[in-house]
């Protein structure tokens, strides 16, 4: 633990780019990840022998949450690596909490030096150099940009925490409308529902922790059409206006 916690000392110090200046000549390592369901991300980590003659190594694939879920986890191995040859070395598959911070680091060494380093940082803390925003669960194709700093950030997010079918329906109809219309937010939205009154349930939709439409649920398809394409309007609007805020800082 006190080793896992040192190299993610080292690492918040570090930009990738200048690390990268010395690891991952003779053997690279990469960490290929691929956002499923259900929170749900697969990690793959691989090596890379670069040069011509065959290698015996060693690797540490860890994956190392912080927040409310904190912990680590550790796999590793030894094995040879021909010239030439990229060897896949560990799959795994980890849960993802928009609230945890997550590190995946994979090690490559040999004879105990490391030789092959490569990460991935699932939401960062903003201000640090390796920034990454708003993983959770996809649904749908979304737009996934790979930082400088080599994290992630994954654009057009909308999920889901309904508890009835009617929520669960003017999901469905937000979600499709999200998507005809492209909005691709930089944000995380999220339909909400929540007991309320009696029997009753009450949907908020967010942007991020702002709520930009809350109203009462009546299981009708075309009250709940209407909502959705109320809530496609005001959504869309924030993130007009965020545009539009960013652009007025950039020019002053």
């Not at 259900?38 to 994956?63: C, D, M, Q, Y």
């Not at 909308?158 to 999200?178: H, L, P, Q, R």
């Not at 999220?190 to 009696?198: D, V």
Request: proline fraction near 2%.
């Amino acid at each position: 633990m006190k080793y896992s916690f040192g190299i993610f000392i080292c690492l918040l110090c570090f930009p990738l780019p200048s690390i990268s200046q010395i690891y991952n000549t003779d053997v690279s390592a990469a960490i290929d990840l691929e956002v499923q369901d259900n929170s749900i991300i697969k990690i793959a980590g691989s090596a890379h022998n670069k040069t011509e003659i065959s290698k015996s190594l060693r690797f540490v694939l860890s994956v190392i949450k912080s927040g409310k879920n904190k912990n680590t986890n550790k796999q590793e191995g030894r094995f040879v690596l021909e010239s030439g040859v990229k060897k896949n070395l560990s799959n795994t598959s980890i849960n993802v909490n928009e609230n945890d911070r997550t590190i995946i680091l994979l090690l490559v060494y040999e004879n105990e030096k490391i030789i092959g380093k490569d990460r991935r940082v699932l939401n960062g803390i903003e201000g640090e150099e390796d920034e990454v925003n708003d993983l959770v669960r996809p649904k749908g194709n979304i737009d996934m940009k790979q930082t400088e700093e080599d994290g992630f950030i994954l654009r057009g997010m909308v999920i889901e925490d309904t508890k009835t079918k009617a929520g669960n329906d003017f999901y469905d109809m937000f979600y499709s409308s999200y998507l005809t219309n492209n909005i691709n937010g930089e944000k995380i939205v999220k339909i909400e529902e929540r007991l309320a009154i009696a029997n009753t349930t009450q949907i908020n939709v967010l942007v991020g922790d702002e709520v930009v439409v809350q109203f009462f649920v009546n299981p009708r398809t075309q009250y709940l059409k209407s909502m959705a394409d109320h809530s496609i309007y005001r959504v869309n609007s924030y993130f007009q206006r965020l545009k539009d805020t960013k652009d007025q800082i950039t020019k002053y």
